[in-house]
């Protein structure tokens, strides 16, 4: 979309969602998305309460309505409930045209090179104090990878040169699933990668993006997050937030929530990352591959 596209997509949505009665659009900036149909703004408007800044996430493409519907589900059904801040939904609308939802502007991206290990431990507590939640309004289940995802995950890895120290976790697959699942069911947020995640003025964390959240058993979360960061340069103190988030999870650090760990960032390297890593440039791929090494040892012992 070209700037004048885009201006007229904010200002379509912006009456649609009765922003007049607000106030006046003054600018508008892309935050994400434009290709698949999806598009996220940062807007700025005046009016008699002076300017404001609100964030507009607009998914019109049909492929991207069932993610947009469930985060508006999300704000409105769950929002108030959780243990995390997120930012509060202004208005939303479900159109002929996509669904859209009105957001406050709620911060700025963290600056992870500057955390200490207590700052990351923190965030970790946060998830922890999310898990205790269990919705039973909120039943979704986490989706299986398919057949078909597995082997051409399966052929990736191949491609890389890792058949032989993956074929023997390929064959038992249901076993990571199974040391998983000797966790409780909670409510994930299913997409916590530290683009997900924003600091507001008083340094707290806010929790944005949720059109993947769902059910499931607490370290997929925390695998996506060690894993994308690494995978970016940091080094999340791994054993430092697991002791944080069993604690405010009132889940014993035991060996049961070890393996259940190590088996949610297996099955996250083995399944999700192969065309990531197909392409990426070292080192970000040479610390993936050193992970997987790292993991395969863990889950032995
Ligand atoms: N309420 C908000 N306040 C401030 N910034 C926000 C807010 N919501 C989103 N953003 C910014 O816009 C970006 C994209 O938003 P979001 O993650 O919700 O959409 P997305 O469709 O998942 O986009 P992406 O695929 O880039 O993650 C965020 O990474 C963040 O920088
Ligand atoms: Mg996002």
Not at 64 to 69: E, G, K, Q, S, V
Not at 87 to 100: F, Y
Request: with cysteine; glycine share 6%; charged share 25%.
């Amino acid at each position: 979309m070209n700037a004048t596209d885009q201006w007229a997509d904010v200002a379509h949505w912006w009456l649609l969602l009765g922003g007049d009665r607000r106030g006046e659009l003054v600018d508008a900036r892309t935050l994400a998305g434009g290709a698949s149909g999806s598009a996220v703004y940062l807007i700025e408007t005046s009016g008699e309460a002076g300017p404001k800044e609100y964030v507009l996430k607009v998914a019109s493409h049909q492929t991207l309505r069932a993610r947009a519907n469930r985060e508006l589900s999300f704000y409105r059904d769950l929002a108030h409930h959780v243990p995390v801040v997120v930012p509060k939904l202004v208005a939303a609308i479900e159109h002929s045209d996509g669904t859209c939802l009105l957001l406050e502007s709620a911060g700025a991206a963290p600056t992870p090179e500057h955390w200490t290990s207590a700052r990351w431990a923190q965030l970790a507590t946060e998830l922890g104090r999310l898990h205790t939640q269990t919705p039973t309004q909120w039943t979704r289940p986490p989706r299986q990878p398919t057949a078909e995802e597995v082997e051409d995950a399966t052929r990736t890895w191949e491609s890389l040169g890792h058949t032989q120290l993956l074929a023997p976790l390929w064959e038992k697959l249901d076993t990571l699933y199974a040391a998983l699942s000797d966790l409780p069911t909670c409510l994930r947020h299913g997409d916590w990668h530290l683009g997900n995640l924003l600091t507001d003025p008083a340094d707290r964390f806010v929790w944005i993006d949720w059109q993947e959240v769902c059910l499931g058993h607490g370290p997929e979360d925390l695998a996506l997050l060690w894993q994308r960061a690494e995978f970016d340069g940091h080094t999340p103190p791994r054993d430092a937030m697991l002791a944080a988030y069993a604690e405010a999870r009132r889940l014993p650090a035991d060996k049961s929530l070890h393996r259940a760990t190590v088996a949610a960032e297996l099955l996250l390297l083995l399944i999700a990352w192969p065309p990531y890593l197909a392409h990426a440039p070292d080192p970000r791929r040479a610390r993936m591959f050193h992970r997987l090494e790292r993991l395969i040892d863990a889950w032995k012992h």
